[in-house]
């Protein structure tokens, strides 16, 4: 459904997308995932006819946006990372007026009820956007892009500056859009891609550094196997004891001190959860454990991983 071929992107020397390719087939939902400057939102705009590219192709349906971005267009459905609503107009008038923009042929009234009832955003219909929160606003942009029912869509960095709730809400919505919908997000957030799709692109200093079934960046994420333990007794002993314990490759106290309790990060063998040896090693001594959590990586960390893991054939 979508073809990228070698697309650059070069301001002057700088290249913001360097020589990309990937594909995205009938139904799939993909995460474009990638550090803030990595090139998402300029690959997202080429794809959508709103910037043009250096060079290479982008392809939507088998059409060349750049040689028929009209009908190539009609195809997609995009929320930019700036949303493109009119602050002075009602909802309602926006939405028609996106409706009048990309001529559509479905029945009005019925379509708008439909777009407004999925983005739950029927309640504030006949409100000025410019009143309404950042989260109604992100799904009103939402909403813009639904109009019309293009197969394709594509949404940069959708959750960007909303509360948690709202993010579940946003989430759940493009789940949903994708049983019948190709859909491409972008985001910077691993776990959001996790959450929603079916293969995830990474994408850093304008190189795509990992093409994958979500499935497999998850497997390559969680062998990293790092504890924060907060443990109540005395630091150098409890730090010594925790070294031990079989499975532990190093043990680190953070300098976090909370009453009677110490802080350690603790990092495993791949593959050895030590949690409850670290239980029993503790509890033996009379030292109780007050706290522990799972430390996740960040991106850095995760590319290194991936990179590291090889799991990528385009490189
Ligand atoms: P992302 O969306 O992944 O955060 P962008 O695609 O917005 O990244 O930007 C990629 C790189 O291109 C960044 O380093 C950015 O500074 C640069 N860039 C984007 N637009 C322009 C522009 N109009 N002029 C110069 N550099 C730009
Ligand atoms: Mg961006």
């Known amino acids: ?11 002057g020397s700088k290249f913001a997308v360097d020589d990309i390719s990937f594909r995205v087939g009938k139904g799939e939902i993909v995460g474009f995932l990638g550090p803030n400057g990595a090139g998402k939102s300029t690959t997202m705009n080429i794809l959508t006819g709103y910037l043009s590219s250096t060079s290479g192709e982008a392809r939507v349906g088998g059409i060349d946006i750049l040689e028929n ?4 267009k009609k195809l997609i459905g995009f929320l930019p990372e700036q949303p493109p609503v009119y602050p002075d107009m009602t909802v309602d008038e926006y939405l028609n007026f996106v ?16 777009i407004r009832t999925v983005t739950k955003i029927d309640d504030v219909r006949h409100r000025l956007i410019k009143n309404l929160s950042k989260g109604y606003r992100q799904r009103v942009g939402i909403a813009q892009a639904l109009v019309g029912n293009p197969p394709v869509i594509i949404f940069d960095e959708p959750t960007v500056g909303l509360d948690p709730k709202q993010i579940i809400e946003i989430r759940n919505l493009i789940r949903n859009l994708g ?7 972008s985001t910077h957030i691993l776990s959001e891609v996790q959450a929603v799709c079916d293969r995830i692109v990474i994408i850093n200093e304008g190189k795509i550094i990992a093409d994958e079934k979500t499935e497999n960046i998850t497997r ?3 062998e990293n196997r790092k504890y924060n333990v907060k443990v109540c007794g005395p630091q150098r002993e409890v730090q010594a004891a925790i070294n031990g314990i079989p499975g532990v490759v190093s043990v680190d106290a953070t300098g976090e001190r909370d009453g009677d309790s110490y802080t350690f990060q603790i990092e495993a063998e791949k593959g050895n959860d030590l949690r409850k040896a670290l239980f029993y090693a503790m509890s033996e001594r009379n030292w109780p454990i007050i706290g522990l959590e799972a430390v996740g990586m960040n991106l850095e960390e995760v590319f290194i991983k991936i990179m590291d893991a090889d799991l990528t054939r385009r490189r």
Do not use: D, F, S, W
């Not at 971005?69 to 190539?72: I, K, L, N, Q, S």
């Not at 409706?99 to 439909?114: D, F």
């Not at 049983?179 to 997000?185: D, P, S």
């Open 1 to 11: 459904m979508i073809q990228i071929t070698n697309l650059v992107k070069n301001y």
């Open 69 to 72: 971005p009209y009908e190539a």
């Open 99 to 114: 409706y009048e923009i990309k001529q559509c042929k479905l029945n009005r009234e019925k379509h708008l009820l439909e």
């Open 179 to 185: 049983q019948n919908h190709t859909v491409i997000l």
């Open 220 to 222: 390559v994420v969680e």
